[in-house]
Each structure stands twice: as structure tokens, then as C-alpha cells.
């Protein structure tokens, strides 16, 4: 038996159950012998790394005592009808587990002039790399965490396997294939017996700048870093550094609504309001494609939205961050359908902008700058928008910024950032009815994806 028995396969599997667990008993006795003292992290490495040994010979074994089991099977044909008439023993395969390399040995139906048919690969689930499914799904889990790099040192340290960048980032483009099938296939899991007429239906977009290699820039007309002119010598400028693409992520969710009250939302800690409950984003389905352009994201979650509400009976919701763009997107997608949309900006947003401007009438650290804030934010949830920009006009009035100054392109970004999205401020009939009125859910798509989480 290879890896503990010398010559093929071992004639007798309780011979190899005993070579087996006379080497797990060796292991124990040397550690655990008279006279061993041994610290603990020794006594854990040295478990963990000659049992990683004794444990790919123990999956030796196994795939072994199958080899010696497999019968001959009748019949065997490619997909094409072309029989296999020859049945050979002994054809090997070397597949690297998360504790080595193990050799797989089965038969081979063969025909002259045609590819040998490995009836049981299929059996065992073999996948077409070298590497098993639970290390390519280890794999995955640690490029997903970091940079390719350091997914290599993870995973080496974890299984003692040492795999080039490049089958690293083979493995995560094909683990990724079934991706655009998986949500949508998830939701229409999740449909039967659940009741979800009166749930509202809430769509968000966004994008994510993504450094791109030369040349795959989204414009035809970008030169690489190399081929710009370069302003300064020993260090790259703005628009000097590289190129970016934006990856257009979009989501779809239903709406377990909450009630709340602007005072509950501008609680300053958690828990403040007796751990009131938030709305919660049910059934999400998601969409990240960096060569879809932002039209073509939004066109596919009203499809989705549609296709969980094709009659339009449903509350629709979308959350925005304030892009006038994709702001006229949603109308015009919700236009052409024929559907009525409640358009709601995100209240972080708003709310950034209000530190902004608390800046400029406060000074610095001052403890009334976040009193100031929070009034101001209570007021926009209570619905008093214009008092608000009214309130910052005779502020700024009071004292008047320089000309040119930082804190007058602030106060006017502020006050023409709450006229122009005032139309889409109607916070105190989303809080009643219980919606979200922030866009957590697509902001934090990457991070927590397939995870329930509550939101603003």
C-alpha cells in the first residue's frame, strides 16, 4: 500500500490497520514517554505535523481498499455512444489533499484511437485540478480574506501544501463561475409558502473603484501610468498612479419593517432606546459585474425586483447615496415599467454633510459640534428640511466665511446638497412604515454578503 506498505496495493487491509495504528500508538508513546518533557506548543506542533503525515496514509488506505474493491463494469460508453470494450487495473492519479498527496489508482475503460473513460472519478468526485475540493474551498475562504500572497503562507501554514500564485488564482476565478446563478437560484428556493405580499421591496446600487491592469480600462482612449506625462519627478501625481474601473454592484431585498422614531435612529448609543428592533433585509440577491456598465446593473435589479413583484403590488423602495445619475437611472427603469418607486437618499449621507458644516461654525473639538448634529439630524428625520437649510443660511450670515475659503465651498456644497435632494428626504413616513433610510446592505456587499445583518 503506497506511502506505508512497499510493492501495489497491500494484500491484507487489516495488515494496514495495523501498520496504521501502530504509528498513531508510536506517535503518543514517544510524546507522552517516561522521561519526555515537552512544552505544550511542542507537543501540539509535533502532533500537527506528523499527524498530518499519518493522516494522508490513513486516506491512503481508504482510497486503496476501494481500488482492490472496484468491480469491472458492463457497457461503459463516452457521451457520443462509443463503447469501451478493455478494462484495465492500476491507472493513477495523484490528487493533493489538505494532507498531502495521495495516489488514486482505478481502472481505465479503453478502445482504440479514444481518450481512456474513468467511470470512477465520477464516483469519488474528483475534480479536474489536482487539488480536492476541501483545499480548493480552504483555498477560496483565504483569498476571499486577503491578497493572493498571503492566501499562499495561510494555507501552507494550515495544511503544510505550498501552491504557485497562479493555481491560487485559477482555483478562485473557477469557484467563482457559478456566482451569477447562485442568488437567484437561492431565491426562488426561498419562495414557497412564504407570504411576502405585504413586505416592501427594496433595490440599492453602488459602485467600487478597482485597480485594473494596463489596457483593461473601461476607456479606450486611457494610457497606462508609463505612457503618461509625468509632472513630477520623484513621485506621480494626481491621475498619475494607475487605473481604475468601476465594479457596479447592485442588490435586491425584502423588507422586514421595523417602526421607529427619529429619536430611537439619533440614539447615541447602542441599546439607548430599550435595543429597539431595525429593519431587517431579507432574501437578498446581489449582482457585482466589472464589465457591466451602471445602467445595465440597475436594469438587471429591477429585473430581479420585477420578477419578485411582476404585478406591481408591492411598496417599492430604492436607497441611493445622492448620485444624481443614478438617481435619474432609477426613475426612468421605474418609468418604463410602469412602476412607482419611493426614491430614499441614504441618511449617512445627509448626515456627513452636517458634520461638514458643523465644522465651519464651530471650533475645533468643540463638544457643541456633535450636540449641533444631532439636532440638525433630528429635525431632517422630523421632516424640517428647509428650517434646517434656513438655520445654516443665517449661520453662515452671522459669520460670513471668507470668500474662497474652505468653509464657504462647504457651506455651499451642504445647503445646495439638501435643496437638491429634498424631494427624496421624506424620513418621517419611511420610519413610520418601518423602511431602512440608509444603504447599508449594498455599501457593505463585500464584507457580509450571505449574511444577515440589521441596518440603519
Known sequence: MEGYASGGLAASGDAGL?????????????????????????????????????????????VDAQASAEWKLAGVADAAGVPRTRAERGHARTMVSQFGPVVIRRMAYRAPGQPNLYPRDAVLNLPPRRYSWPLQRTVVEYVLAGAYEQAQRLVAAATGITIGKQQLEQITIEAAADAPGFYPALARE???????????????????????????????????????VRNFEKRR????????????????????????????????????????????????????????????????????????????????????????HQIE???????????????????????????????????????????WVTARGLDILHGRVAGVIRQIRDLAGKNPPGPGSEHAKIIRTTLHYLQAKQPYLDYPAALAAGWPIATGVIETTVAYCGREQRFV
Request: net charge positive; glycine share 12%; with cysteine.
Open 18 to 62: 495495523a501498520v496504521l495504528a501502530g504509528e498513531l500508538a508510536g506517535l503518543a508513546g514517544e510524546l507522552a514517554g517516561a522521561g519526555a518533557v515537552r512544552s505544550f506548543d511542542e507537543i501540539e506542533q509535533q502532533v500537527m505535523v506528523r499527524g498530518r503525515v499519518l493522516l494522508r496514509k490513513v486516506v491512503q488506505y481508504v
Open 190 to 228: 426561498q419562495e414557497p409558502g412564504q407570504d411576502r405580499a405585504g413586505m416592501p421591496l427594496a433595490i440599492s446600487a453602488d459602485g467600487k473603484g478597482v485597480a485594473m491592469l494596463p489596457g483593461e480600462c473601461r476607456r479606450r482612449g486611457a494610457r497606462a501610468p508609463g505612457q503618461r
Open 237 to 324: 501625481g494626481t491621475g498619475e498612479k494607475g487605473h481604475k474601473r468601476m465594479a457596479q454592484a447592485g442588490c435586491v431585498f425584502d423588507v422586514g419593517p421595523a417602526p421607529r422614531t427619529p429619536e430611537q435612529v439619533m440614539a447615541s448609543k447602542a441599546g439607548a432606546c430599550g435595543g429597539q428592533d431595525t429593519p431587517r433585509a431579507l432574501r437578498r440577491w446581489y449582482t457585482v459585474d466589472i464589465a457591466a456598465d451602471r445602467a445595465a446593473t440597475i436594469s438587471a435589479i429591477f429585473d430581479e425586483a420585477e420578477r419578485r413583484d411582476p404585478g406591481h403590488a408591492r411598496t417599492w423602495i430604492a436607497l441611493a447615496d445622492g448620485d444624481n
Open 329 to 371: 437611472m432609477i426613475r426612468g427603469q421605474a418609468a418604463a415599467r410602469g412602476i412607482t418607486i419611493v426614491i430614499l437618499i441614504d441618511f449617512i449621507h445627509v448626515i456627513g454633510y452636517l458634520w461638514k458644516a458643523a465644522w465651519c461654525f464651530h471650533a475645533p473639538r468643540d463638544p457643541a459640534i456633535e450636540a
